[in-house]
């Protein structure tokens, strides 16, 4: 469940009714990625992804915003792997093209859901997609490079677990508190006007977080560092069983949202939502129930085989942590 927000159409209270477990097939494909709620997410060895459904479609008889995040996340990764494995040109490389993706997507999203289906929704975008370049003066070494797109108030944030510092985060984007850009039915949003693309270096070692709202509404970026590191560390330094049960991303993951949703059920929680809510001149207290979803990734070396894209870079160890 999460807090009354605002569509395109009317203010509409939230609450938990989105989910449509029926679709899992789409043009005889099994749709990618993880339902939790009204948010979905993927995690592939080259693509993360976190897209959060606004509920507030819930309380309309066709409203799918669940669906709706799914399908952009299905057909944006469909997107980027067809233009991954393209035929080219001798000399030619590949060259991701995000927004590209993202438009693509909302377009197949836009007939998928249209008539007959007729499924309204609107749902953020939020995604980081790692490629390379090669340096010839350093004697071709890959260095990474991460894509990172964002569309609305869901977050992509790197951090240096070494360093204990984060390299960078997304901006997120609203046309009004607690209303935020947003693809989908009644919004003038698009990913050609709206989608912003950053490109930066990263090396190995190096974490990067998709996370939809429910996370950043309940934890500030200093706890996210701090939970991040201290329980990677934990995962190295003890043979708990409950701890390496999972894959080090994989706690990491669990780590971080178990953490927000204690703040998001505390009424007496200090929160950056409720300190967002006040300085828009608006009560409030406790944290922010909502959807958590987190999907985290870290960068390793090695080369990428299976997907038949060349350099030295992979992220690895990724997770899907989405539980209520």
Not at 7 to 25: E, G, H, K, N
Not at 232 to 250: F, G, H, I
């Amino acid at each position: 469940m999460s807090m009354p927000s605002a569509s395109f159409s009317d203010p509409l209270s939230t609450f938990d009714r989105s989910r449509d477990r029926r679709r899992q097939w789409i043009n005889g494909e099994l749709i990618r990625g993880h339902t939790n709620g009204d948010d979905a997410v993927y995690a592939s060895d080259y693509f993360i992804c976190a897209n959060d459904g606004v509920g507030a479609w819930s309380t309309r008889p066709r409203g799918h915003a669940g669906l709706w995040s799914r399908l952009i996340l299905h057909f944006w990764v469909a997107a980027m792997e067809d233009d991954m494995l393209k035929p080219r040109d001798p000399g030619q490389e590949y060259q991701p093209d995000p927004v590209a993706y993202l438009d693509r997507a909302f377009g197949q999203t836009i007939e998928a859901t249209s008539s007959p289906n007729d499924c309204q929704g609107t749902t953020t975008a939020c995604g980081a997609q790692l490629h390379y370049k090669t340096s010839v003066d350093e004697g071709g070494h890959d260095t990474p490079l991460l894509y990172v797109t964002n569309l609305g108030d869901s977050q992509v944030l790197v951090l240096r677990p070494a360093e204990k510092q984060v390299l960078y985060k997304t901006t997120e984007q609203w046309h009004w508190f607690d209303c935020p850009r947003q693809l989908g039915t009644n919004s003038p949003d698009t990913p050609p006007q709206n989608a912003v693309v950053d490109v930066l270096e990263i090396q190995e070692g190096d974490v990067v977080l998709a996370m939809s709202d429910g996370v950043i509404d309940n934890l500030w970026e200093h706890e996210i560092v701090r939970i991040v590191t201290e329980s990677m560390e934990k995962w190295e330094n003890t043979e708990e069983p409950r701890v390496k049960s999972l894959a080090k991303m994989q706690f990491a993951a669990s780590e971080l949202m178990n953490a927000a949703k204690v703040i998001a059920l505390d009424p007496f929680a200090e929160s950056p939502y409720m300190e967002h809510a006040i300085e828009e001149g608006l009560a409030s207290a406790g944290g922010k129930l909502d959807d958590i979803s987190v999907v985290a990734a870290r960068c390793g070396g090695g080369l990428i085989v299976e997907t038949k894209i060349p350099g030295g870079v992979r992220l690895t160890d990724f997770t899907e942590t989405a539980p209520r």
